[in-house]
DNA sequence: ATTTTATTCCATCAAATGATGGAATAAATA
DNA sequence: TATTTATTCCATCATTTGATGGAATAAAAT
């Protein structure tokens, strides 16, 4: 756990906190080009040097909470391996899918960020999206797709994505897609466990035999 | 096929269709907030005037975008959906990842703009965002998935909402993960295929077994 | 050739946006 | 209480950004 994930759990209620929370939510929902930093004050509704006292420029405070994201996701990933560990891929799969599920529709802005950073470019390129993540080879060998951390084939590391996305895509989806299904949050949230399971299980199953 | 379909295609070589390829391509890149009418401008190499002078203002090229965009997918699917009638759905599944791949990596930025349309928010609310695309139901019929478009239950477009965003994610992501996966874009292009197959087609395959 | 129309760019504006200095205020410390 | 330190906001700046009027130029029509 380092220093940012510290101090944002540190005192929830500390201004540098509240205007890291704002940020991150608004940076998930518009993007880095699409929030600015009056938006965040006025969220937090405080003027926006105030921003600037704790956090520095918009650019800073964006890559915190990208940091910040890495080492939640990270760890929320390693809770959910100690849960299953030890069952069937199978069941480690349902039981992944539906408490990552949980995990992710409850801080959305997680799912809004990787995304962003996966599909969009910034004007001015910042050296933090390069950074490769790392929980993609700790998934694969979670999952025996490989058997160390170190070797990884690229083929087990394209399966691991696509389950990744997959799950991610359905919870930053949310709004657009809930208004195609015209459904309440609390079905989207069921019929969107039962479709990963319905698509992902039969993949990696080792029986082979659906349903 | 609309009008905005036919003009670009009309002339490539007008100065209208330049101006919208280009924006095309760059709010692909960066969305919406991220592109400047300068950079439109400059990537055709002309002034920001005789954007407007063609285009209007930089709200009205983005929804012709969105328009030419939600009709060439239409377009494309019916094509593919032709070649592959009277098969199997595993070998139907099978084509149209091939076709909707092959299709998809050579024009990237109609991906990147779906994706934008089904995450981000923009600052001013457009009514184009809310304009809920056809295709889905569409695929569910010709997957099997229902009988007539106009009956298709929340489990069947979810089911096809899923098999959607798994390939527009790797289309999307191509920069993103390529970096991770350390190959080049025709190693990509294949094993994001070969990924695609390995993922959807167990689940929807009627002898259930894989392999 | 002349007139009309269409196209393009330069100069410029207004608003939005990121950023900062310094005064005002609150909190902590001595 | 007096002094120092930390925090917050107001006023303001420079830049970026979307947009426009009008001159200059090219193309078309007469």
Not at 47 to 67: C, F, N, P, Q
């Amino acid at each position: 756990m380092s220093s940012t994930l510290e101090k944002a759990r540190q005192n929830p209620d500390s201004m540098k906190a509240k205007i890291f929370l704002a940020a991150k939510k608004l940076f998930g929902e518009y993007g880095f080009h699409g929030t600015t930093t009056r938006m965040i004050a006025q969220e937090v509704g405080i003027d926006i040097s105030t921003m600037h006292y704790h956090w520095g420029d918009k650019r800073d405070l964006y890559e915190a909470v990208i940091l910040d994201l890495n080492e939640r996701i990270q760890y929320k990933l390693n809770e959910v391996e100690k849960n299953v560990k030890g069952e069937s891929l199978d069941i480690r799969l349902e039981v992944s899918i539906e408490e990552m599920c949980e995990y992710l529709f409850s801080n959305p802005c997680i799912s809004n960020l990787i995304l962003f950073r996966s599909f969009t470019k910034t004007r001015e390129d910042s050296s933090i999206d390069k950074k490769v993540p790392e929980y993609i080879s700790n998934i694969a060998v979670a999952m025996g797709l490989a058997i160390d951390k170190q070797n990884i084939t690229v083929e087990a590391k394209a399966r691991v994505l696509a389950v990744v996305n997959a799950i991610l895509n359905f919870i930053s989806g949310e709004n657009f897609f809930r208004e195609m299904l015209d459904i309440t949050h609390e079905e989207y949230v069921r019929v969107v466990k039962d479709t990963l399971k319905f698509i992902l299980i039969p993949a990696f199953s080792k029986d082979k035999i659906k349903n």
